[in-house]
């Protein structure tokens, strides 16, 4: 499916803290506390409580580190949902993590609820 729709179900998300973050070839997973998680495989961004660019999609061989364990630990407190395009998840320190859906021939991420349903896009 390509685009984000109004009913994505980021809600089972809201109170629970990531617990680890995944690096693969292709891929970033980022797991919660309660088993869930999303895995992205497209364009992601970290930002900051003062709006700063903190992290963001960039191919491993032109990245020199990561700064996405500012997120490890704190609960999601909210999200928004800017249809078609991305999502955002709002964390207790304030940061920020935008994902997006850029392609429209390839899955961009996917959602795994601790109860085993999953949603791609």
């Known amino acids: 499916m390509y685009g ?9 998300f809201v109170g629970q803290a990531y617990s680890q973050i995944r690096l693969s070839e292709f891929q970033i997973q980022f797991y919660f506390s309660d088993g869930s998680s999303i895995d992205v495989e497209s364009k992601w961004e970290l930002w900051n409580r003062d709006h700063v660019l903190v992290d963001q999609f960039i191919l491993h061989a032109q990245r020199e580190r990561y700064c996405v364990h ?7 407190c909210s999200f928004s949902i800017n249809v078609p395009t991305s999502f955002s998840l ?14 429209e021939q390839y899955e961009s991420f996917s959602l795994h ?6 949603t791609h896009v």
């Open 4 to 12: 984000i729709l109004e009913s994505l179900p980021l809600a089972e």
């Open 70 to 76: 500012k997120l490890l630990e704190y609960k999601v």
């Open 90 to 103: 709002y964390f207790e320190n304030e940061f920020a993590l935008t994902i997006s859906d850029d392609s």
């Open 113 to 118: 609820s601790n109860g085993g349903s999953s």
